[in-house]
């Protein structure tokens, strides 16, 4: 059975501190994607990486970076949290560059105070 | 400007009440559709991947079709365990790599 695992499910943190949220998959997929949910606004793609030390920017990274040092892990940092950042964050994976479905993990409702 | 758009926003069903959720989407280059179903509190679960205008998924109680403009999932007889927000997601083709724009859904509760 397919998995995508994060780090916490839920994260409280105080304005700038440095976040980091934890993605793990164990299909051997190439991509994988950091995508943020917020009431009435949908999943909006932060970063994402086609492979192993590669990643490009999504529609809303700023204030984000992501690290993908190894294929089956990708890490999302907030590298000065703000209560604007306060989201649920989800994370997925994809076997590749075509037309594949996403697979999610659980995600983690992180709170910004 | 490349969307997705979802309708209703929200539904509520008695059980067995057969109905139709709508994705809408203008996109330049569709090279495929899909259906994900999200519980409260969880990841999206993949359901469906449609590529070509004419095409039909069925799954249980679910059917997606899909037009040039627009893709349905129609709920026949649907029961309480089918409430859910259901998203839709197109991927296009762009110049050095495909997009995937997610819908922003449609709850869909279904009352016994």
């Known amino acids: 059975d397919v998995k995508v695992t994060q780090s916490s499910r839920y994260l409280v943190k105080r304005t700038g501190e440095k976040v980091f949220l934890e993605c793990v998959q164990d299909?051997?997929?190439?991509?994988m994607f950091w995508y943020r949910q917020d009431p009435g606004l949908g999943l909006r793609l932060i970063y994402f990486?086609?492979?192993?030390?590669?990643?490009e920017k999504g529609d809303i990274p700023e204030g984000y970076s992501v690290s993908r040092e190894k294929k089956e892990r990708f890490s999302l940092i907030l590298e000065s949290a703000s209560t604007n950042q306060t989201s649920m964050y989800l994370c997925?994976?994809?076997?590749?560059?075509?037309?594949?479905?996403?697979?999610f993990g659980p995600g983690t409702r992180l709170t910004v105070t | 400007e490349d969307q997705v758009t979802q309708s209703p926003e929200a539904l509520r069903l008695q059980e067995g009440e057969s109905s139709s959720l709508n994705c809408s989407y203008t996109?330049?280059?569709?090279?495929?559709l899909f259906w994900y179903r999200q519980d409260p509190g969880k990841g999206p679960e993949f359901l469906f991947t449609l590529y070509s205008a004419g095409e039909e998924k069925e799954k249980e109680r679910l059917k997606a079709t899909l037009t040039k403009k627009e893709s349905f999932l129609h709920i026949t007889a649907p029961k309480p365990e089918d409430s859910a927000t259901y998203l839709c997601?197109?991927?296009?083709?762009?110049?050095?790599?495909?997009?995937?724009?997610f819908g922003p859904g449609t709850s869909l509760s279904v009352i016994p």
């Open positions: 997601a197109v991927q296009e083709r762009k110049t050095s790599y495909d997009k995937v724009i």
């Open positions: 299909m051997d997929h190439e991509n």
């Open positions: 990486s086609y492979d192993v030390k590669m990643k």
């Open positions: 997925a994976s994809r076997h590749g560059t075509g037309v594949y479905e996403q697979y």
């Open positions: 996109v330049s280059g569709l090279r495929g």
